[in-house]
């Protein structure tokens, strides 16, 4: 690994710290991979909301969800999913991953292809790939190093090459008007936690608070996943217990998603507004839609979406720290 690589880790890595004592400082709870009341078969399911956001509007609960594949639902689970109001699923999965695993929607719901990668598997630094082109004698240590930094390369290859997903699912949730949504894809982790990420960043959501959703879903990984690294991990050496947190919702690739959106776009509206191919009246129509405007802060009403208005993702009151 470079000298430049090694360094650009350990700077998320500080980074990341510094936003879980945020995190912390705000109270926030571990959360649950699969919330209570979830739809039965529903995996690493919970909702979006309940959070304040711009001039402290909070975000209301029970307009956007998110979860992993909908293949286990059960006839049960897709009632309780309709009873919830959802009549939109936006899935992010690509047309393998959905054609291994359909989605068998009701009469209620529709179901919104917003691929997120073509191939099956999606990006390989959320594979066992990475660790199969390692070459023998590599360390347990270099090959943790060497996904952590794959999976980051990942989350910004997504923001590059993708922003019409992004900018795909803040329209439909714009258009939608607070009528109830899902966003999903294998796992529920990856692709939408970042895509959740950008759409509460979206209506001023604070950083601390993306985060803890994010980190929500760090335990959300199948033992059939686990079982495909089985084998690479025994061979390389690596304790499983060392790799879950980077297998799972790791938040120094959130943070170096971030990056690539102010590099792409110079804020979360002007990536989205930008190569996301979203109008700033979509952007209007996804806060109202989103923020409930009667929680908001007295005389302190959300502002018209302007340009590079919202979280450059640092912690509230702290300088942006390279």
Same mark, same amino acid.
């Given at each position: 690994m470079s000298e430049v690589a090694t360094t650009v880790g350990q700077d998320l890595a500080r980074? $990341?710290?510094r936003l879980m004592r945020a995190v @912390?400082?705000?109270? *926030?709870? !571990?959360?649950?991979?699969?919330?209570? %009341?979830? &739809?039965?078969?529903?995996?690493n399911f919970r909702g979006v909301g309940?959070?304040?956001?711009?001039g402290g509007a909070v975000v209301r609960p029970g307009v956007v969800f998110r979860s992993g594949s909908l293949d286990?639902?059960?006839?049960?689970?897709?009632?309780q999913l309709t009873s919830l109001g959802v009549r939109t699923v936006i899935d992010l999965r690509s047309p393998a991953e959905s054609t291994a695993a359909p989605t068998r929607p009701t009469e209620h719901?529709?179901?919104?292809?917003?691929?997120?990668w073509q191939e099956p598997t999606g990006a390989a630094a959320f594979t066992e790939e990475v660790f199969e082109q390692l070459p023998p004698g590599t360390s347990a240590a270099e090959a943790l190093r060497i996904y952590s930094d794959a999976k980051v390369a990942g989350y910004? $290859?997504?923001?590059?090459?993708?922003?019409? @997903?992004?900018?795909? *699912?803040? !329209?439909?949730?714009?258009?939608?008007? %607070?009528? &109830?949504?899902?966003?999903?894809?294998t796992a529920g982790k990856d692709r939408?936690?970042?895509?959740?990420?950008?759409v509460l960043a979206a209506v001023g959501v604070g950083e601390a608070e993306i985060v803890e959703d994010y980190?929500?879903?760090?335990?959300?990984?199948?033992?059939?996943?686990?079982?495909?690294?089985?084998?690479?991990?025994?061979?390389l050496g690596i304790p499983l217990a060392e790799f879950l947190p980077l297998c799972g919702a790791y938040l120094p690739a959130l943070i170096g998603a971030f990056d690539e959106i102010a590099l792409v776009g110079g804020s979360v509206e002007g990536y989205l507004c930008g190569a996301g191919g979203v109008s700033l009246a979509e952007l209007e129509q996804l806060r109202s839609a989103l923020l409930d405007p009667g929680t908001a802060e007295q005389g302190n009403v959300p502002s018209p979406v302007r340009h590079g208005t919202t979280t450059s993702f640092r912690p509230r009151g702290a300088a942006h720290e390279r």
């Open positions: 980074r $990341a710290e @912390v400082q705000a109270k *926030a709870s !571990s959360g649950a991979v699969t919330a209570p %009341g979830s &739809p039965q078969g529903a995996v309940g959070v304040p956001g711009l286990g639902l059960t006839p049960l689970g897709w009632e719901q529709e179901v919104v292809n917003l691929p997120m910004k $290859a997504m923001i590059r090459t993708f922003p019409r @997903v992004f900018g795909g *699912a803040v !329209s439909i949730l714009a258009h939608l008007a %607070g009528q &109830p949504a899902l966003v999903h894809c939408t936690g970042l895509v959740c990420a950008v980190l929500c879903s760090r335990d959300g990984i199948s033992p059939e996943a686990i079982e495909r690294y089985r084998g690479s991990l025994q061979r």
